[in-house]
C-alpha cells in the first residue's frame, strides 16, 4: 500500500494508539499497531486484549491495503521527525507475509519491518443498555476529579475502577480507595429508563482523559450484558471491558451527622498543607481547628524538625484536633476549583467531607477524607 501525509497527524494518532498497549508484551499483536488503507481514509487499531482503540485520519491515497507495525517503533519514529509531508509505502519481501515499510520525505527515507499476517479485529459490541452523550471537557473534568481517588490495590478488583451510576438525567461518577472517596453528581439526559451502574477501569479511563482534545461531544455506550463500554470521540472509538464486580456502598461510609463546619482559602490552605508535611515523620499533618483560625503542623521527632502555620478561617464550634494524611487533603484540595471550601467535621475520629463553598457549579462535589490517629 502506498499513501501520502504530513507527520504530525500521523504521529498524534499513533501515539493516541500506543496508550491502548501494555508497557511490556510478548505477544506481537499486542504491542503493534495495525494500519488500514482504503482510499483517503487510514484506520490504526491497537489493542492489548481488554482495551481496543481504533482512529483514523485523512491521507493521499487511492491505494488500499493492511499492515502491521510494532508500535512503539513507529512512535518513536515519528515523533522524533520534523514536520512534514511524507511518502509511506509497504513493499513485499521474501518472508511470508513479511514486509518492508518505508518513509520517505525530502530530507532522507527510512525503513522498519512489517507485517502483513492476521491480527486482532476491532472489537464489536451487540446491544446497549444505556448511552449519553458529554462534551468532552466535561468528561475530563469527571476523570480528573475522581481518578486520583480510585485505588490501585489488586486485592480490591471493584476500587481499581470509577463507578458511573447513570438515571434517566443524572450520571454520578464515584471513586475511593477505601480511605478518601469522591463523588461527583451532573445533570444529564440519558437513555436509561432506570439506574444503571458500571465501573469502568481508571486505566480505561485515563486513556480516554488523555484522548480528549478541544470540546468535541463523546458518546459512551454501555453493555452490562456484555459487560463493555465504549466511547466515540470523534473519529476516535475506545471499547474495554467492564470491572465485573460489585461496587461498595459507598453512600453507607458518607456521615449525615457532620454537625461541625469550617470554611477556608482552598488555595491558602493547599500551600500550608505542602509547605508543613515536608516536615512529617509519617506523612500527617495535625489541624487545630478554633472559632477564627487554624494550625497546620507536623514533626519530625527523630530529625528534630518541626513546622506550623496558622491561616484564618470561619469555625463557630468548639476547638478540635483532627490528623491527616496530607497527601489525600493535597490532593483533594488540588481536584476543587472553588475559592473556598467547607470541611464537614464530627470527632477527631470520623470522616470529613470537603465541599466547594460558594461556587453553585460545584455544589454536586463531594470528597470524603478518613483522619489518622495523632499522638496528643
Known amino acids: 500500500m502506498k499513501f501520502t501525509s504530513s507527520i504530525k497527524p500521523l504521529s498524534e494518532a499513533v501515539s493516541n494508539a500506543v496508550l491502548a498497549l501494555p508497557p511490556k508484551a510478548t505477544d506481537f499483536r499486542y504491542e503493534s499497531i495495525t494500519m488500514t488503507l482504503e482510499k483517503k481514509t487510514l484506520s490504526l487499531f491497537a489493542t492489548d486484549g481488554d482495551v481496543s482503540f481504533t482512529t483514523s485520519i485523512v491521507v493521499e491515497s487511492g491505494d488500499k491495503g493492511t ?3 510494532s ?32 518513509i520517505k520525505t525530502d530530507r ?19 446491544n446497549f443498555d444505556v448511552e449519553f452523550s458529554i462534551a468532552g471537557n466535561e468528561l475530563k473534568k469527571i476523570a480528573d476529579t475522581t481518578l486520583f481517588a480510585a485505588s490501585t490495590d ?5 476500587m481499581m475502577g470509577v463507578l458511573l451510576e447513570i438515571q434517566p438525567s443524572e450520571l454520578r461518577a464515584v471513586s475511593t480507595d477505601g480511605h478518601r472517596l469522591v463523588r461527583l453528581i451532573k445533570p444529564l439526559e440519558t437513555t436509561a429508563t432506570d439506574k444503571v451502574k458500571a465501573i469502568v ?10 484522548s480528549l482534545s478541544g470540546d468535541d461531544d463523546v458518546k459512551v455506550s454501555i453493555s452490562t450484558k456484555e459487560s463493555k463500554v465504549q466511547f466515540v470521540i470523534g473519529a476516535t472509538k475506545i471499547v474495554a471491558g467492564l470491572i465485573a464486580e460489585n461496587y461498595p456502598n459507598y453512600e453507607a461510609v458518607i456521615p449525615l451527622e457532620n454537625d461541625k463546619q469550617m470554611i477556608i482559602n482552598r488555595t491558602n490552605m493547599l500551600g500550608a498543607v505542602k509547605r508543613v508535611a515536608r516536615f512529617s515523620s509519617r506523612g500527617d499533618v495535625r489541624f487545630q481547628i478554633e ?24 469555625f463557630k464550634n468548639e476547638n478540635l484536633l483532627i490528623g491527616f494524611n496530607a497527601k489525600f487533603i493535597e ?14 467535621l464530627s470527632t477527631p475520629t470520623r470522616a470529613t467531607i470537603i465541599k466547594p463553598h460558594g461556587d453553585e457549579k460545584n455544589d454536586n462535589l463531594l470528597m470524603l477524607v478518613m483522619p489518622v490517629r495523632i499522638n496528643v
Open 108 to 126: 532522507g527515507s527510512y525503513r522498519i519491518a512489517g507485517s502483513i499476517s492476521k491480527s486482532e479485529k476491532e472489537e464489536k459490541i451487540g
Open 201 to 210: 477501569p481508571a486505566r480505561v479511563l485515563s486513556i480516554v482523559q488523555k
Open 331 to 344: 490532593d483533594a484540595l488540588s481536584h476543587v476549583e472553588a475559592e473556598e471550601v467547607k470541611f464537614e
Open 67 to 69: 499492515v502491521a507495525l
Open 71 to 102: 508500535a512503539k517503533r513507529l512512535q518513536d519514529i515519528l515523533r522524533n521527525m520534523y514536520d512534514a509531508v511524507a511518502e509511506f509505502k509497504t513493499e513485499k519481501k521474501d518472508g511470508e507475509g513479511e514486509v518492508s515499510f518505508s
Open 154 to 158: 489488586s486485592m480490591r478488583p471493584a
Open 291 to 314: 472559632p477564627k483560625e487554624i494550625r497546620i503542623s507536623a514533626e519530625n521527632a527523630d530529625e528534630g524538625s518541626a513546622a506550623e502555620e496558622t491561616l484564618p478561617c470561619e
